[in-house]
């Protein structure tokens, strides 16, 4: 995972469209120009990154050191790259297709079915619980922080 400075990103990466913003920085929807797969872009201000964490003996924005602690635990979106650009950092992430957050859906949707809401509530413990036996504790769950998304093997 690259964590360094890199002034060359775009030569690697098409920002397509904004995604989603929230109170430390935006999400875009964006194209790697390597290969063509779709990822997430993450663009958060240096002057917004409140704790710092170290990643590979550099020092990273404490959410890429935790998120890269829980790589493996199934649920959690993939970190593919991050790098320092233009005064921001970035955040390369794997991109959920036809992913929602359960903040939108509800706000659509109104409401949950009782059987939905209490598989999602043992998905969710599920998460948490295998990131906490990685070490980390997820301290902001909330519905704009939770995906929903049709799973394909489901049909």
């Known amino acids: ?29 964006a194209r790697s120009l390597v290969d063509g797969t779709q990822v997430a872009i993450k663009e958060v201000p240096l002057s917004r990154v409140g704790t710092w964490g170290r990643r590979e003996g550099l020092r990273v924005p404490m959410e890429a ?9 199934p649920g959690v979106i993939k970190l593919y790259e991050c790098f320092v650009s233009e005064g921001n950092y970035y955040m390369v992430m794997e991109l959920v297709p036809k992913a929602t957050s359960l903040y939108d859906y509800m706000e659509r949707s109104g409401k949950l079915p009782l059987k939905d809401i209490k598989r999602l ?3 969710i ?16 769950i909330k519905p704009e922080n939770v995906l929903l998304f049709e799973d394909p093997a489901s049909g």
């Not at 050191?65 to 635990?73: I, T």
């Open 125 to 140: 413990v599920k998460v948490v619980q295998r990131c906490l036996n990685a070490g980390v504790s997820h301290k902001d």
């Open 1 to 29: 995972m690259n964590s360094g400075v890199d002034n060359h990103w775009r030569d690697r990466y098409e920002v397509l469209e904004p995604l989603g913003q929230g109170g430390f920085g935006c999400v875009y929807l």
């Open 65 to 73: 050191s935790l998120l890269h602690k829980v790589q493996s635990v």
């Open 121 to 123: 509530f043992v998905d």
